[in-house]
């Protein structure tokens, strides 16, 4: 399965949004960041901008134009692969969340490394450089 995200960092405090997956969908109450399958749209698949894009409005209502995206990398473990994406904000907002997230948390990246019940993507992705690549430009 195809799919990407978006790391969501607010330059005034230097925190990354992290959403809790609902009891709705697979791996409920953990913790990650705006993400979700590649789709067919139209006949065509979406590449993952779009889809990094998509999937960041339908879980925060918030849109985010693809020339704000910067690819900082890709976590991938045989069956699944993500590419992640960041996009700087002025400040820290308050996502409305749909029926796939129950909360949100805005966190340091010390905050992120002791969170608890992380979703197993995102933990992986942790341990990778992508956060310190994310964090590098705000």
Not at 7 to 30: E, F, K
Request: glycine share 6%.
């Amino acid at each position: 399965m195809s799919a990407a995200g978006v790391l969501a960092v607010a330059c005034n405090s230097g925190r990354v949004l992290v959403t809790r997956r609902s009891m709705l969908v697979s791996s409920p109450l953990t913790w990650s960041f705006p993400c979700g399958g590649v789709e067919r749209i139209r006949g065509a698949l979406e590449t993952p901008a779009e889809t990094a894009v998509r999937e960041f409005y339908e879980e925060t209502l918030v849109l985010l134009p693809k020339g704000d995206l910067r690819p900082v990398g890709r976590y991938a473990d045989g069956s699944v692969s993500l590419d992640i994406f960041v996009c700087y904000f002025a400040n820290e907002f308050a996502p409305h969340l749909n029926e796939e997230n129950d909360a949100f948390l805005w966190l340091t990246p010390q905050e992120l490394l002791s969170l608890k019940s992380k979703h197993y993507g995102f933990e992986a992705m942790l341990q990778s450089h992508v956060l310190i690549n994310a964090l590098m430009a705000c």
